[in-house]
């Protein structure tokens, strides 16, 4: 059997998604994965055997850094080395594109595949999702916090505050999110008028979440959940940032599931993790 690895092409989402559906056990997530091949068009790589689809992956490229994500191999096909083979590829795609640094995710079972290509654990994410009604959150320790929604002239300072925090300038996927959930959007900022957070709340998941304090955060939060949510909100949250998981367990939130942060190459560069209080998701960070 001949194992090819390719990039992935429009031709091919239907098949991609359907190896998805099956190691994720999902429902399709055919429109996620165009919405993350559309931000990097070749970063999205496909493992075909004899011609069929039954791996696939994606890396998505900030600069000194790359996310590795969606990760994903047929149940059926699994311990015969695809895996480890499109990591492999997909880090030599990342350099390939400017980005030494590669970051991931991965569950405790998927983590030994990272671990034999050399990946090294940096932190753990913590999946928050709001079980009970959230005590009242905000205050007097949120005096000077102004909130207002985020809009399309407020991105260019946006993207030079994340980027203090985030570590490099992620423009696009901004664009994206904002573009995605325009009318859920939050921005803060301090009594000087200086930005000092945002938020973006999507139907079931609240993130990207940034805040240069708790204070911030709080104010954020306390907007965040009187929005409509089709299901119950999930948070992606840094272990790093304790400010945040005792901010959403005051708030009817409890960690479902745990996963390892882990980086092949670089050094750790984990403080400002401290201000990450909800990732994108777990395929771009």
């Not at 999902?26 to 970063?43: I, V």
């Not at 850094?65 to 969606?70: D, E, P």
């Amino acid at each position: 059997m001949s194992l090819e690895i390719k990039p992935l092409t429009d031709d091919l989402l239907d098949e991609a998604d359907r190896v998805l559906m099956a190691a994720f056990r999902s429902p399709s997530r055919r429109d996620e994965l165009a919405l993350y091949r559309a931000l990097q068009p070749d970063g999205w790589l496909v493992a075909a055997l004899d011609g069929a689809p039954v791996g696939l992956g994606g890396v998505t490229c900030y600069g000194s850094f790359a996310y590795l994500g969606l990760m994903a191999v047929d149940p059926a096909m699994q311990r015969r080395g695809i895996g480890q083979a499109l990591v492999e590829a997909l880090i030599v795609r990342g350099g390939e594109l400017g980005s030494p640094v590669v970051l991931l995710d991965a569950s405790d079972a998927g983590a030994p595949v990272y671990e034999r290509v050399g990946f090294v654990d940096d932190d753990r994410v913590r999946v928050y999702t709001r079980k009970t009604q959230p005590s009242p959150i905000g205050g007097a320790s949120d005096a000077g916090q102004r909130v207002t929604s985020l809009t399309q002239d407020d991105l260019p300072a946006l993207v030079t505050f994340d980027a203090r925090y985030f570590g490099v300038s992620r423009e696009a996927v901004l664009a994206m999110c904002l573009r995605l959930s325009a009318d859920r959007a939050l921005l803060t900022h301090d009594a000087t008028g200086a930005i000092n957070g945002y938020l973006i709340a999507f139907e079931e998941r609240i993130g990207p979440w940034v805040a240069a304090t708790p204070e911030a955060a709080n104010a954020l939060l306390a907007h965040a959940l009187t929005l409509h949510y089709a299901a119950a909100p999930s948070v992606l949250v840094p272990a790093l940032n304790r400010d945040a998981t005792e901010l959403l367990e005051r708030s009817g939130f409890r960690s479902s599931r745990e996963l390892r942060h882990m980086r092949y190459g670089g050094e750790p560069d984990l403080q400002r993790r401290e201000c990450l209080y909800g990732q994108a998701s777990f395929a771009i960070g």
